[in-house]
Structures are given as C-alpha cells and as structure tokens.
C-alpha cells in the first residue's frame, strides 16, 4: 500500500509551509472561481512582477493561500505547439493524495501567464483510519455484488501476468488510502465535504463492471464510485459491415493473415471471443489472401473489420490531427475483443482494451466507427482530464466522447452522418443520439433545460446531460442562431468542425480536471481559444455565443439575438488528387513545425499558428516526400495578408519556384506594413503542375493551411490590396555547406508525361 510522500520528500518540493498565505492579488489580471469557492483560473497582468516559471510553487501558494498541511507535488511537464509550457501538480493533504485535485500552472517564453485547475479545502480532518484496507476491500465488494471478479479467475490472473509480463501483476485490488469528497452519503449535511477513505480499483467478471470505489475508512460507508468501463449503450477495408469497401493493415503469420497491425504506435490488435467471457481464450481473426471478404456471415465477422479499421483510423486521427501518438500519448497499443458473450448489446472501454457485443434486439454488433471512436475517446479522456465518471464531469466526459466520434467520422468518413451517434447499429430508433437536435434522442440541448436529467440515475445523468456538451460542438463547428429553453436568442458564428475539435482538445487535455462541471468547461475552452486564436479573435467569440446558446454563461458582445459576430473568412478548396507518390512533409514558420506523412492532399493546420510581425523578415522552411523518385514539384505559399478570403491581391503570392530535391527547402519574405493585423490564412501548395493556383484541384501534391497571427499592422478594410510594400515572390534555396542555392525549375530533370505514374 502506497499512500503518503515523507516530509523530507514534500519539504524538497517546496510544499511545506509553517503559516497560511494571504492570496496574493497584487498581480493578478482576472480570477474565476470554482463552486467549492476556490480560484478555477488566475490570469496574471503582462507588466509588473509576474511570476517566473521557475517560482511556480510560489505562484500556487500565494493564490491557493497554502497552509502547512497542504502539500502541491509536481506530476508532469509538458509544452505545446502554442509555446506554452504546462506543469501539472496534484494536492496532498498531510501527505496524503487528495482525489480529482489538480493544479496547472500554464507559462510562456518563461513568465506564467495563468494557473488553473481543482483545488479541495480540507482543514481539521482526521487522517488515521479506523478500518484496514481488508475490512474496506469486503465492504467494496458487497457493495458491487458481483457473482464473480477477475482476480477469482486464474486464467485471467495468468493471461494479465504474461500480458504485463510481470508474475506480480494481479486484478486483486490494492488499498489506497485517500481524500475524496463524499458524494453518495445517506446524510445530506456531509455531501461534497473531503472524506479520508479506501480506494480500490474493482474489476468484476460477471456481470461485468469496473470502477473506482471509495470506503470511508471511518465508518465503512461508500461515498464514491467511478467508472471505469463507461457503459455507452453506443458503438464503429476490408469488406467491413458498416463502411464498405475499406484498406486496412494487417500482419502475415505462419502462412496466413491476422488482425494485427505493428505499423501504429504499439499495434493495432483485434480479436475474436467467441462469445466468451475470458478475455485469455480470444484467438486471432485469419485469413488466407487477405482479401477479407467473406466476412459477411451469420456470426457477423465482418464486424471484426469495421473495429480494427476503425482502432486504425481513431488513431491516424489523434497522430495527424492533434500529434497525439495513441490514447495515452505514449503509442499505447489499442486492442479490440469482438464477439463478447452471447447477445451481448454494449461497447466499452475497461481501462485497457476495447471489448464489443454483438447486439440483440436494440442493436446490431456494436463495432461502427463513431462508436469506437467514442470509446477510444475515454481512454483519451483517462490519460488527460480523467473526469469523473458522475454528474455534470460525467456528462463531459461523455460528450467529449460523443465529440471525438463524430470528429473521427467527419475525417475519415465525411459521407456518413456526423452529427449522429450509432446511426449504424440502432435497430430501434434514427441513433443514439443526435448533437444536432438531442432533444430529439430526449436529451437536453440547454443546461437544465428540457430533458436535463436530475437524480443519482446512470451515475447523475452522464449520457443524457451530455447533450448540452454534443450541442454546443455542433453548433460551434456548424453555426446557428435560434432561441434557447431559457428564451435567450442567440447567434453563434461557425468555425468549422476542425477549429471546434483543436479548441475542444485544448481544453479536455491542458485545462478540465476531473471534478469539472460545465462552467468550468466554459471557461477553459473561452481560454483555449484564446491561447489557439488570440484574445478577441472569431474563434473566442463563437466559442463563448456556443456556451450561451445552450444556457451555459452569458454571450459575446453581439452574441445574442443582434447583430452576429464576424464570420472568418471562406477560402476555396485546393487539395491534390494523388498523395501516393509525393507530398508535403515539411512546413516550419516559427512556432509552427509540422512533419508529416501524405494527409490525402490536403491538410487542415489552421488551428497552428504563429504570431509574426508587420514589417518583419520571415524564413520558411518546407520540403517533399517522395515514395521513389523525386519529382520536380512547383511550390508556392501564399498569405491573405488583406484577409478578404483569397490570395489573387498583388503582395500575396510570397514564395514561387520549384525544386526536385527531398531536402530542406527555404525562402525569405517580408510581411508588409499595410498587412491587417489579427489571424491569417497561410497556403502551402506543393503541385507537378506549373500552372496550379492557389484554388482548385490537381494530380500530384498536396496543400496544407496554417495561421499566421500578423501584429503591428494596418486595419486595411477587406478587400484593399495589401501590396504597397510587398516584396517580390521568394525563390527557394536549399542549405548545402552553408551556402544558398537557388533551385528553380531544370528542362533536364524534367520526366515525360506519357508515362503513367503508376507504371513508374
């Protein structure tokens, strides 16, 4: 049993103290607050004493006013594509893990710009138990009331030891003592307050389940449960069941083909349970050619494929869209187990694996995409804000998961119905849920509104409340303007559903914690904007009209029945037909540093960015991928310096040339004086064709958009050319020995084009 640091470690993390600190507000910009009355988010001035990353302790004791039974140990530090660093710290009270209580202090170029996060007051609470760890473990397990858990089974015990190839690793739960609030209380006067209590990790086997319970190590009560399998009534080439025609990878083994992916993170593995129940009698799925269309039979196989395609395209999503390598962010492999029990209607996450039914009367077997992104989405969710499965942070972790499977779906199957959950298994009803209209699956679509469920049900509401967090993403990724259940009218401006998934991501992953609620959640995605986009930018507004279009905080100035916000601009499409021989693998301004595969011709960065200055000399570095040869690709970078939404104003093309080199390219610019200040679109476009503009489509190459925030500019109205000091187009150069050659277009390197390229 591990449950306290010793003084000697917590006196070297600087959190011991022998008075308690008055709040420190002498350089603080804004405070919000969080219900219990503690500081949410402190926002510090620019000017004046700020705090240094390196006095971040300091900054959490002033704020906090951190007295000497309170300990803040540091867990991690991370930094962003924002040029943020992120340093996580969790509370200890008298040495002691207080539950869901984390604190971040966010800082840049060194200085913290703001902290935020869960903070618990425990003041005077008895910290010896009165039970041992075995009482609370007998009083956990009769509160589960399984007929039998995974630690009763020695072939589940043996398969998780070969597994972790560890021959201590057991399912047995392992008492943690703990502060947690006290949630479930038979006496209403002791709700919410910080209880010192055992923590299990219970797994049972039949029926299954999985969740964190908590004992009061006082007198025996549970007073909190957390799920760990979320029970999603929800669900997913191949020959797949529900999207066609599909590629996928699989291994070769001993003659035949397997399910089994290595090219992924750790793998992509999926397996068949024979409508079994031990998880270490799964076999592999085979095939002869790997032409895997015979799948299509009475034991529904071919569902087999839509989950390990699917398992593959949640995580190309989270590597290409948000750099994000596997749920945990580390290539954690992601394995599927198909055919779970007989008629089994459910999908879920256990913490390690994905394990899907074959559905019965309600649904058909639960593997469509949506679905598996929806529960990979919780596996996300574990290893970022870990919010509780309970109430209004169960609510958003189910509808960021709700969220991430229509995410999926829009980048990997934009033809099926984003805005539905389970469109494809529901034998009953249109889906399980629809973000569009919830109210029309009975969820709400306004905090408290209509269909706002009250009460301890499916632990406080989680999949019906969820509906507010599914309809606030649609109607920032979409845009509406209506009237709400609290008779608000409002107007919220679309940003597209990519802009909506960076922001929602930011959020979930660098600011929610594991006891927010949906004002905090308001808060920190007003914050994540403004970090992504800039304070004040389209993206903020939109972000903070959505919170108020579904009763969640007040509207941006013009937010409400008014005169709407700006619109961001619509830019043409241009996207390459073919990725399969050459793409962009290089775009690097600044802050923004992207290597990449082929994004099927054209990729979406917008949501990265970075700020340069009117007036100032710009270096950009780009470079091609080849499969074999290297081709002679044109490429040009454009940037709407006006942003009137195209790139034909004089000025605006700012690199031409070409090159049929695999190395580092580079060319220099200057941002003119008359360029309007705020966002910018910036265009990369790497074509065979000389004559391809910054519009439209063509063969071979592909595009990418990216942001530039310009400073120090011009308010130019919309439309007026910005050219009056723009320099000539750039050439590229590559950087061989230290000296700058130019690379423009070569007659002798030139391939005939009456050969097909597939020949090649």
């Excluded at 509906?467 to 679309?494: E, Q, R």
Aim: proline share 3%; charged share 15%.
């Amino acid at each position: 049993m591990i449950n306290k640091y010793s003084a000697a470690t917590l006196l070297l993390l600087g959190g011991l103290s022998s008075t308690t600190f008055a709040q420190d507000f002498s350089r603080v910009k804004s405070q919000e607050l969080n219900e219990n009355g503690t500081p949410a988010l402190v926002q510090f001035r620019e000017q004046g004493a700020a705090y240094q990353l390196s006095e971040a302790k300091t900054a959490l004791r002033d704020q906090l006013q951190l007295g000497s039974e309170d300990q803040m140990v540091q867990l991690k530090t991370d930094a962003d594509q924002a040029g943020f660093v992120h340093e996580k710290y969790q509370q200890y009270y008298k040495g002691i893990k207080v539950e869901h209580a984390t604190y971040s202090v966010h800082a840049r170029q060194g200085r913290v710009e703001s902290i935020s996060g869960q903070f618990e007051k425990v003041r005077g609470l008895n910290t010896t138990p009165a039970l041992d760890a075995g009482a609370a473990l007998g009083r956990a397990m009769q509160f589960v009331g399984a007929k039998e858990y995974m630690w009763q089974d020695a072939a589940e015990e043996a398969y998780l030891k070969a597994q972790e190839n560890d021959p201590s690793a057991t399912y047995a739960p392992k008492g943690e003592l703990v502060v947690v609030r006290d949630m479930r209380s038979a006496n209403p006067l002791k709700v919410g307050r910080p209880t010192l209590a055992w923590k299990f990790n219970v797994y049972a086997k039949a029926p299954v389940s999985r969740a964190f319970i908590y004992v009061d190590a006082h007198s025996g009560e549970v007073v909190f449960q957390d799920a760990i399998i979320k029970h999603a009534a929800a669900t997913g080439s191949f020959a797949t069941r529900y999207s066609g025609t599909q590629s996928s990878t699989t291994d070769s083994f001993n003659g035949s083909y397997r399910l089994r992916d290595v090219t992924r993170g750790s793998g992509v593995q999926t397996f068949d349970m024979n409508q079994g129940t031990n998880y270490s009698s799964a076999v592999d799925f085979t095939d002869a050619n790997n032409s895997w269309t015979e799948y299509n039979n009475s034991a529904f196989d071919n569902a087999a494929l839509d989950a390990h395609w699917g398992a593959q395209a949640v995580y190309d999503y989270w590597k290409n869209v948000h750099g994000r390598n596997s749920y945990n962010g580390a290539g954690a492999a992601i394995k599927s187990y198909v055919h779970y029990s007989r008629s089994y209607e459910n999908a879920y996450w256990d913490g390690t694996r994905m394990t899907y039914g074959d559905g019965a009367t309600r649904f058909s077997p639960l593997t469509s995409l949506d679905v598996c992104a929806h529960e990979i989405g919780h596996a996300v969710c574990s290893s970022t804000a870990n919010l509780t499965y309970s109430y209004e942070s169960g609510a958003l972790n189910e509808g960021f998961s709700d969220i991430w499977g229509a995410a999926v779906e829009y980048y990997k199957a934009p033809n099926k119905q984003t805005w539905l959950i389970g469109e494809d298994i529901d034998k009953q009803r249109p889906s399980l849920r629809s973000m569009s209209n919830p109210n029309a699956e009975g969820q709400p679509d306004t905090y408290q509104g209509t269909y706002w469920a009250t009460g301890s049900g499916d632990n406080g509401g989680v999949h019906t409340n969820s509906g507010v967090l599914n309809h606030w993403f649609y109607l920032l990724s979409v845009g509406k303007s209506g009237t709400n259940d609290k008779g608000n009218a409002y107007n919220v401006a679309a940003i597209g559903i990519d802009a909506a998934a960076k922001i929602a991501y930011r959020t979930e992953a660098v600011y929610l914690t594991a006891s927010s609620n949906y004002a905090a959640a308001r808060t920190y995605s007003i914050q994540s904007a403004k970090d992504l986009y800039g304070a004040g930018s389209a993206q903020e507004i939109a972000v903070t009209n959505a919170w108020y279009a579904v009763g969640v905080g007040a509207a941006a100035s013009g937010g409400g029945g008014g005169t709407p916000p700006p619109t961001p601009a619509s830019y043409c499409t241009s996207k390459g037909s073919n990725t399969t021989y050459e793409w962009i693998d290089l775009v690097q301004l600044g802050s923004i540093n992207r290597t990449s595969s082929a994004d099927g011709g054209y990729y979406n960065g917008t949501a990265t960015s970075t700020s340069v200055a009117a007036g100032s000399s710009q270096t950009i570095y780009i470079s091609a991928g080849f499969r074999s040869t290297a081709y002679t690709e044109n490429w040009k970078v454009y940037i709407d310096y006006n942003q009137d939404g195209d790139f034909t104003d004089a000025g605006e093309t700012v690199v031409s040339g070409s090159s049929s080199s695999s190395a580092t390219l580079s060319a220099s610019f200057t941002v003119p004086g008359s360029a309007k200040s705020g966002a910018t679109r910036m265009r990369v476009v790497m074509s065979d064709n000389a004559g391809t503009t910054s519009c439209g489509s063509f063969s071979y190459g592909e595009t990418e958009d990216y942001t530039l925030n310009i400073t120090g500019g011009t308010l130019a109205s919309q439309g007026v050319a910005a050219s009056s000091t723009a320099t000539p187009s750039a050439s590229l150069s590559t950087s061989v020995a230290d000296k700058a050659v130019s690379l423009f277009p070569n007659p002798a390197e030139r391939r005939a084009e009456i050969l097909p390229r597939a020949l090649r």
